[in-house]
């Protein structure tokens, strides 16, 4: 390549220190991109690349470029596909520059950063996060909004924890060290879809910090602000100071079992419509909505501060008229912390202003309704906010009321507001009113009724008659300006003398309001903390208004919160299930867990309801600790430290995770992780392998939950011989989902009811599938020769076992899961009743079923349950077990 143009050269400097970075070089009114962003750019953004240079073709430097005033649409475009742009503007006016014009780097917009165009969803936060290694194995996070200044750190140990934390935040781009390994570094971006970006200043030197007490944390502080400074080179006074908090101080809630939960958006379409979010979202700003969205992705461990949410709830709930104010009054304010954000980072504008001045005006109102419930809780966060009533009457003094989007018009600031102002806007309107006299006064003298003053920029004020009117004019009244096609204009000196007052004014007035919405800007500045702290109280409020509204929408309860473990849930529902489903048709179930009751294992045919009963309790115990009511007629509930679940098969394959590995891994999660104090749900664990080795393995993660850990658990499964492990496991007890045979079809209750379930119903959901008929009806045959076939168990005696499930648990710890079957294919299917004894298994085994055996099992086949009473139903059994025991 021959040698550079000074440009190019100034061009290829910068650009050398944003590497990772879009350039966007101005150039007049285009900001241009050279070389490879240039080639990259064309594509992305579908525009023309054409080059620069003469000569020849590889002299040519490849280029694309955008006008600067619809830049922010690009810039969007780019920063949404996960890029960064730096914006290089001029620096020095071009005519006054002595060889290439300066320029510099004014801002890099990031996926972390950006703060234009409307990326940011209303009720989403955007959060930059920050990683620093504070010792082996523990990490320092830092996570900042920039859109609202909140800024929190913590403390986490271990890689997995580290992922987990870091997922909560939905970060849309990372600062790490640039000392991270390659593995690290891919694995982050995989796992969590992110910008990688690297900053390895970490110099203090701000008070954002001065309530962080660990060394280590605060330079995780610092490594985020420090990049922050880079790429924004703006003012971050609206950065609130970081807050250090535990994980512990949260409901632990994993990636996956909020994924599988469904918490704040689907798991297959990503939609807010379907999740818990969607059916607690009654909230009337869109603070709120983001302060709900952050609640149920931390629901609170403290029952204190539960109880406290729930009993405004309560009130809210009792107090319909003061709701129903307070939602109206919530409706008029718009988004606080975002404006103050704006304000802070210099883009804000008049219209802004005017939604501040609107918001605050609902404020006194707002803590008056929230003051007349009564309610110690709404007392408190009354006394955390401030009304901010200075800055309110000084908006409403200097503001009009509809000011146009840009600052640089005038059309501002009130008149009134500024006395240099007024006298301007005098001139201006005198001006104009005597304009006005002079056309009245021209026509009548000339007698010329279309005669008329109008205004161009180029010419200035003129006199305009028609072609046709010009013999009518006196000679020599006007001098001359400019000819039309059908028309003459003209002036007079007195008309050039009141256009010069106008214009100067006007220029004047435009340049005042300008300076004097700076100066306003710079008084709204020093709000930004009492802002700040005024919309976190108005979230919490419009978040427990919007408990209220639901709970009476949806007739929910207040839940009970105990210190006993104990789990007691009449009529509960699926919050999100009830909503999908007719009106009335969902059927709600109870539950009972305590500690001499800790594990239900769940059987019933697929599709009956077993997931969702599952699902039902983990919601329902996630929403009252984020402090709203429960979908039950009653519910007693104790304080979860963690929840988990594998449920549903979402499997990772994108990460070359099999179904069956993903659900191990899961399983490991809850089994190395979960407390006294946890709930933890297994669905159908097991069933990615064969038969029997994914029963044994479900078997042992039973035993080891109930030995182990005495966590709550739920499990389900449909390997109903496993039903048999209540008799030896005193804390589990078996429940079934009901379903009934009618007319050779299936039919669904979605009831649980005590005891096991007698068959798996697979045939049955297939046909509902609508598999070939042929096929099913091979299937009930198999099945049939199955049933009929020589059965014994691989159901172990309990004791013994439990030495061989450490076994099986530590190959889970280590995730190196054995899937040899052969040994399980040597095996054969469970007795009906009962386990068998070790000792005597060969002999066992060989086993059939008596004839009496037999002709009981006949006669509870031949049951039609659908035409017996339950009184008859016991008559039966009783029949039965006599019959028995004979
Ligand atoms: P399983 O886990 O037993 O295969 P699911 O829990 O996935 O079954 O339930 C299957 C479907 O049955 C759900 O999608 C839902 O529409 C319906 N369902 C489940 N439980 C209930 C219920 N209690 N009331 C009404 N419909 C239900």
Not at 13 to 37: V, W
Not at 265 to 273: F, P, V, Y
Not at 478 to 490: D, F, H, I, P, V
Not at 509 to 525: A, P, T
Request: include cysteine; glycine fraction near 6%; aromatic fraction near 6%.
């Amino acid at each position: 390549m021959s040698k550079q143009t000074p440009m190019m050269e100034q061009y290829l400097r910068i650009k050398a220190q944003y590497e990772d970075a879009f350039l966007f070089f101005r150039l007049g009114d285009f900001y241009e991109l050279f070389l490879e962003d240039a080639i990259k750019a064309a594509k992305e953004l579908e525009i023309t690349l054409t080059s620069r240079g003469k000569g020849a073709e590889e002299d040519r430097i490849p280029m694309c470029g955008v006008p600067y005033h619809s830049a922010e649409q690009y810039i969007v475009q780019l920063i949404k596909k996960g890029y960064k742009v730096a914006i290089c503007e001029q620096t020095e006016d071009p005519q006054q520059a002595k060889g290439v014009v300066k320029r510099e780097v004014v801002q890099v917009i990031t996926p972390g950063t950006v703060m234009e165009g409307n990326i940011i969803e209303e009720k989403d936060n955007n959060y930059l996060v920050s990683i620093t290694p504070l010792a082996e194995d523990r990490f320092g996070i830092a996570a900042v909004d920039m859109t609202t200044g909140e800024f929190k750190v913590t403390a986490i140990d271990g890689l997995e924890g580290l992922y987990h934390e870091v997922a909560v935040y939905k970060p849309k781009e990372l600062v790490i060290p640039s000392t991270f390994s390659e593995d690290m570094q891919q694995h982050l971006q995989k796992n969590l879809g992110v910008t990688l970006s690297f900053e390895d200043g970490q110099a203090v030197d701000n008070t954002l910090f001065h309530k962080i007490e660990e060394e280590a944390l605060v330079k995780t502080c610092a490594r985020l602000l420090n990049y922050l400074k880079k790429t924004t080179k703006r003012s971050l006074d609206h950065l609130q100071p970081a807050i250090y908090y535990m994980a512990n101080e949260y409901m632990g809630v994993d990636v996956h079992s909020k994924r599988n939960l469904e918490l704040v958006e689907t798991l297959r379409e990503k939609k807010k419509q379907g999740s818990l979010l969607w059916v607690l979202d009654e909230t009337e700003t869109a603070m709120g909505g983001r302060h709900l969205k952050q609640w149920i992705e931390r629901p609170l461990v403290s029952k204190d501060l539960i109880e406290k949410r729930l009993s405004l709830v309560e009130t809210l709930l009792d107090r319909f008229f003061e709701r129903e104010s307070l939602r109206e009054q919530l409706n008029g304010v718009y988004d606080l912390e975002r404006l103050s954000g704006k304000v802070a980072f210099g883009n804000v504008n008049g219209r802004d202003m005017i939604q501040l001045k609107r918001s605050l005006q609902q404020v006194p109102q707002i803590f008056e309704t929230a003051a007349k419930l009564g309610n110690g809780y709404a007392d408190e966060l009354i006394g955390q906010g401030e009304n901010c009533e200075g800055l309110r009457e000084l908006l409403e003094t200097s503001l009009q009321e509809e000011p146009p989007l840009s600052i640089t018009e005038g059309n501002i600031i009130k008149d009134g507001y500024n006395q240099e102002l007024d006298k301007y806007r005098d001139a201006m309107r005198n001006g104009k009113t005597w304009i006005a006299g002079l056309e009245q006064q021209e026509r009548a003298e000339t007698g010329i009724k279309s005669l008329k003053i109008g205004f161009n920029k180029v010419f200035g004020y003129y006199i305009e008659v028609t072609k046709a009117n010009i013999p009518h004019l006196p000679e020599g009244r006007y001098e001359r300006k400019q000819t039309l096609s059908n028309a003459e204009r003209y002036i007079t000196e007195e008309l050039k003398e009141k256009e010069t007052l106008i214009l100067e004014a006007e220029e004047k007035s435009v340049k005042l309001e300008y300076e004097l919405f700076m100066e306003i800007r710079e008084k709204v500045k020093a709000y930004i903390r009492p802002l700040q702290k005024l919309a976190s109280v108005i979230s919490t409020l419009d978040v427990l208004q919007s408990f209220a509204e639901v709970a009476e929408k949806n007739h929910y309860v207040k839940p009970k919160v105990v210190y006993n473990g104990e789990v007691k849930i009449t009529d509960g529902r699926h919050p999100v299930v009830e909503k999908m489903i007719d009106e009335g048709d969902y059927v709600s179930n109870d539950i009972h867990l305590d500690h001499e009751q800790e594990m239900l294992l769940i059987t019933g045919p697929n599709m009956a309801g077993k997931s969702t009963y599952m699902r039902q309790l983990a919601l329902i115990s996630i929403m009252a600790q984020v402090g709203s009511f429960v979908p039950a007629s009653a519910a007693t509930l104790p304080v979860f430290d963690q929840i988990f679940t594998r449920i549903g098969a979402a499997d990772d394959l994108a990460q070359g995770q099999s179904t069956f590995m993903v659900e191990m891994l899961e399983t490991k999660h809850a089994v190395s992780r979960a407390t006294k104090n946890s709930l933890i749900l297994l669905d159908e664990i097991g069933r990615g392998t064969s038969t029997y080795d994914g029963m044994a393995l479900a078997q042992a993660i039973i035993e080891y939950i109930h030995h182990e850990i005495g966590a709550k658990t739920l499990f389900s499964t449909h390997y109903h011989e496993l039903t048999s492990l209540a008799n030896d496991l005193p804390r589990l007890k078996n429940v079934h989902v009901s379903a009934i045979e009618e007319d050779g079809k299936v039919v669904f209750l979605h009831k649980v009811i005590d005891g096991a379930a007698d068959r798996s119903y697979g045939i049955y959901v297939a046909e509902l599938a609508e598999l070939p008929p042929k096929l099913i009806s091979r299937a009930k045959t198999i099945l049939h020769d199955f049933e009929n076939g020589d059965k014994h168990s691989i159901v172990k005696e309990v004791d013994e076992s439990h030495q061989a499930f450490e076994e099986v648990s530590a190959a889970v710890e280590e995730t190196v899961i054995d899937t040899s079957t052969q040994q399980a294919h040597d095996m054969e299917q469970l007795t009906l009743f009962g386990t068998i004894d070790k000792e005597n298994e060969e002999e066992s085994s060989k086993k059939k079923l008596s004839s009496k055996e037999k002709t009981i099992v006949d006669e509870i086949q031949k049951l039609n349950l659908l035409h017996i009473t339950p009184i008859q139903a016991i008559q039966v059994l009783d029949e039965l077990q006599r019959k028995l025991r004979k």
